[in-house]
């Protein structure tokens, strides 16, 4: 049987980023009782997702992002804040937020607006900038918004450097299930 995986846009998070996020998790996981925890390697933030896509329509926007995304620079960005989506007191996603960045927001925009020409059919929302960490809430209390605070260890925040846009696919019955399918470089 022919798998049928489903695409996503993303930034992709360097090493150092994603150790952060992964040591984070380590020391606040017991205070947080969600259900599903992503694994580490799993993080991103993603610009558009695609769904099932057939191969001559990825071999398309590889090369319409590839040309969208041509002279655009490296630029930073900073885990700053804590969140979730979802019912306020039953979250179905538990996430880290990024600084805003006017340079993350037009990488999106003509991500997304690229997609949609190539007749992609996009979720509508505004683009909200996350890092999924965990999903399903567990809690035998309800959730307590007021534990969220900025995301630090020891004090520090972590900055990093963003010089990949990659397309990923899923393979949801490994770990991690997110695979590099085609990477472009930020130069």
Known sequence: MDPRYHYF??????KEAKQFLKRWVEMNKE?????????????????????FAEQS????II?????????VDPFKLTIDQLGTFGK???????????HHSDSLCSIQKKVYNQCIRTGFELDRKPFRPHITLA??????????????????????SVTFQVEEIVLYETHLNQIPKYHEFYCFSLK
């Open 9 to 14: 846009f993303a930034v992709k998070l360097p």
């Open 31 to 51: 205070q947080y009782p969600f259900k599903r925890w992503v694994h580490y390697e799993d993080y991103h933030i993603t610009l558009a997702f695609l769904g």
């Open 57 to 60: 329509m990825l071999k398309q």
């Open 63 to 71: 090369m319409q992002v590839h040309e969208t995304l041509t002279g």
């Open 88 to 98: 306020k007191t039953n979250p179905r996603i538990f996430w880290a937020g990024v």
């Open 135 to 156: 999903r399903k809430w567990n809690g035998e209390e309800p959730f307590n918004d007021k534990t969220l605070t900025s995301i630090t260890i020891e004090g520090n």
